[in-house]
């Protein structure tokens, strides 16, 4: 019911009778600001009573770091023999008429390779001046023979790409998930060093600067394979302004960055706040799979939360630290809700593009830093925890009871460190108190909204009870 609230405001603003939807009403406040120490640099001696874990469910384990691909274990392709085309006819004027329209006849271009025109002159008599071009020649088999690449309409963006074999072109059109509005040719690179050639494809599924995604290709004897981790729906983002590669530590493995993420004020409007991201994609030995997702600096408390959660996630526990405790300690974070995002879509619908990052003021939701601060206590005693620092963790653990045990909007996440802290000390895995973490948080499940849910915006992530404790 959120979402359709959101969108019928978005639709009327389009419609220039922009009003007010059913608003939902605000978390309860307190009157004062819980604003916790530092972390003591003593240990507080209260030991929390063990609690049997007998009646925790069990979790499915998943890997705590993503491990980093070793470049040396890299099989280069041997290289295939120059491929037969056919022979080239310099005086042949290809009947290429109706081609500079499209959709281009990709059979009569065919037709013409195949009789003896070179690439070159198809792309002279096809490529508009002063634009993008339609057809490139490229290597990208691994047999240092050219093939052709083109970019088609039909009337939605296609590709095709001509390779020639045994003395005649063949043509390819790669399984990927072609829908919206163009596709363009990145460019095409040895990206995991293995002597093959990668075709980096960007494509956009939408009007305006919105629905962008990248999809790899490489060639393995046959076709050309998607390498990407989802060969159908490869990571994308609204609002693309650059992708680069770049090779970040000089193991002659590419990285692929796609920047970008605030969308054209169409659908800013329905789902904000929005920050400018960052992803980043690497070979991991078998595909390129997202590596990181990096964030400018945040505004708001709950995005430090998520900042911390997400580079926890990707194995960046300095960086998650980091996060955490600016989202403690940082009095310039603002707060967000539920009230605060409906009208704050009310305000850009009114005011247009000059209200673009500011927010509605709105009444302040003073609950929200109580429960995000001890959030993010329970996090850093979680981070002290995976990297066998103990005695810190008790600290942090101490900490987070000290400020918030009796405090009412903080209180619930201490009896989740405390499920977590009794199923621990009882075993001393990490995935016992996981587990009883976890099961506090599906018990609870109100415990997960303040975290990121739909009124967080289009960029947060909406939390599960598994995503309280990743470490297992």
């Given at each position: 019911?959120?979402?359709?609230?959101?969108?019928?405001?978005?639709?009327?603003?389009?419609?220039?009778?922009?009003?007010?939807?059913?608003?939902?009403?605000?978390?309860?406040?307190?009157?004062?600001?819980?604003?916790?120490?530092?972390?003591?640099?003593?240990?507080?001696?209260?030991?929390?009573?063990?609690?049997?874990?007998?009646?925790?469910?069990?979790?499915?384990?998943?890997?705590?770091?993503?491990?980093?691909?070793?470049?040396?274990?890299?099989?280069?392709?041997?290289?295939?023999?120059?491929?037969?085309?056919?022979?080239?006819?310099?005086?042949?004027?290809?009947?290429?008429?109706?081609?500079?329209?499209?959709?281009?006849?990709?059979?009569?271009?065919?037709?013409?390779?195949?009789?003896?025109?070179?690439?070159?002159?198809?792309?002279?008599?096809?490529?508009?001046?002063?634009?993008?071009?339609?057809?490139?020649?490229?290597?990208v088999t691994g047999d240092d023979v050219p093939e052709m690449l083109l970019v088609n309409s039909e009337p939605?963006?296609?590709?095709?790409?001509?390779?020639?074999?045994?003395?005649?072109?063949?043509?390819?059109?790669?399984?990927?998930?072609?829908?919206?509005?163009?596709?363009?040719?990145?460019?095409?690179?040895?990206?995991?060093?293995?002597?093959?050639?990668?075709?980096?494809?960007q494509h956009s599924g939408c009007s305006g600067n919105g629905c962008y995604s990248i999809y790899i290709l490489?060639?393995?004897?046959?076709?050309?394979?998607?390498?990407?981790?989802?060969?159908?729906?490869?990571?994308?983002?609204?609002?693309?302004?650059?992708?680069?590669?770049?090779?970040?530590?000089?193991?002659?493995?590419?990285?692929?960055?796609?920047?970008?993420?605030?969308?054209?004020?169409?659908?800013?409007?329905?789902?904000?706040?929005?920050?400018?991201?960052?992803?980043?994609?690497?070979?991991?030995?078998?595909?390129?799979?997202?590596?990181?997702?990096?964030?400018?600096?945040?505004?708001?408390?709950?995005?430090?939360?998520?900042?911390?959660?997400?580079?926890?996630?990707?194995?960046?526990?300095?960086?998650?630290?980091?996060?955490?405790?600016?989202?403690?300690?940082?009095?310039?974070?603002e707060w967000w809700s539920s009230q605060r995002q409906i009208e704050t879509i009310i305000k850009l619908g009114?005011?247009?593009?000059?209200?673009?990052?500011?927010?509605?003021?709105?009444?302040?939701?003073?609950?929200?830093?109580?429960?995000?601060?001890?959030?993010?206590?329970?996090?850093?005693?979680?981070?002290?925890?995976?990297?066998?620092?103990?005695?810190?963790?008790?600290?942090?653990?101490?900490?987070?009871?000290?400020?918030?045990?009796?405090?009412?909007?903080?209180?619930?996440?201490?009896?989740?460190?405390?499920?977590?802290?009794?199923?621990?000390?009882?075993?001393?895995?990490?995935?016992?108190?996981?587990?009883?973490?976890?099961?506090?948080?599906?018990?609870?499940?109100?415990?997960?909204?303040?975290?990121?849910?739909?009124?967080?915006?289009?960029?947060?992530?909406?939390?599960?009870?598994?995503?309280?404790?990743?470490?297992?």
């Amino acid at each position: 019911m959120k979402r359709l609230a959101i969108f019928a405001i978005s639709l009327l603003w389009v419609l220039s009778a922009c009003a007010p939807a059913t608003q939902i009403a605000p978390a309860p406040v307190v009157d004062n600001r819980v604003t916790p120490s530092p972390v003591p640099t003593n240990t507080i001696t209260t030991t929390p009573t063990e609690t049997p874990t007998a009646s925790i469910t069990p979790l499915p384990t998943i890997p705590t770091f993503t491990p980093t691909f070793d470049a040396s274990t890299i099989v280069t392709v041997t290289p295939a023999p120059p491929a037969v085309c056919p022979k080239k006819d310099p005086s042949l004027s290809p009947d290429l008429a109706n081609t500079q329209n499209f959709p281009i006849d990709t059979q009569k271009l065919l037709d013409s390779l195949n009789n003896g025109a070179s690439i070159s002159t198809i792309a002279n008599a096809i490529n508009p001046p002063g634009f993008d071009s339609i057809i490139t020649s490229e290597e990208v088999t691994g047999d240092d023979v050219p093939e052709m690449l083109l970019v088609n309409s039909e009337p939605i963006y296609h590709f095709y790409i001509y390779t020639c074999s045994q003395g005649k072109y063949n043509i390819h059109f790669p399984n990927i998930n072609y829908f919206g509005y163009y596709t363009e040719i990145v460019t095409a690179k040895d990206l995991n060093s293995n002597g093959i050639p990668e075709i980096i494809l960007q494509h956009s599924g939408c009007s305006g600067n919105g629905c962008y995604s990248i999809y790899i290709l490489e060639w393995n004897g046959n076709e050309f394979q998607v390498m990407n981790s989802n060969s159908q729906f490869w990571e994308g983002m609204n609002g693309l302004i650059n992708v680069e590669i770049k090779d970040l530590n000089n193991d002659n493995l590419f990285e692929i960055f796609m920047t970008g993420g605030v969308p054209a004020l169409g659908a800013y409007i329905i789902d904000p706040p929005w920050r400018l991201e960052t992803k980043i994609s690497a070979w991991n030995g078998e595909v390129f799979a997202l590596e990181s997702v990096q964030y400018e600096s945040p505004k708001f408390r709950f995005q430090a939360v998520q900042d911390g959660d997400r580079a926890s996630s990707f194995g960046s526990f300095d960086e998650a630290m980091k996060s955490y405790k600016e989202a403690i300690f940082n009095d310039d974070l603002e707060w967000w809700s539920s009230q605060r995002q409906i009208e704050t879509i009310i305000k850009l619908g009114n005011e247009g593009y000059s209200t673009l990052g500011t927010p509605a003021p709105g009444a302040p939701d003073l609950a929200e830093f109580s429960r995000l601060a001890a959030y993010s206590y329970y996090r850093i005693m979680l981070l002290h925890f995976v990297q066998a620092n103990e005695s810190d963790a008790n600290i942090a653990y101490n900490t987070l009871q000290e400020k918030f045990a009796n405090e009412p909007y903080g209180q619930p996440y201490v009896e989740m460190a405390t499920a977590f802290w009794d199923a621990y000390q009882s075993t001393h895995k990490m995935y016992d108190g996981c587990a009883a973490a976890i099961q506090y948080a599906a018990e609870h499940p109100e415990i997960l909204t303040p975290l990121g849910s739909d009124y967080h915006g289009a960029q947060s992530h909406i939390y599960m009870p598994a995503d309280v404790c990743p470490f297992r």
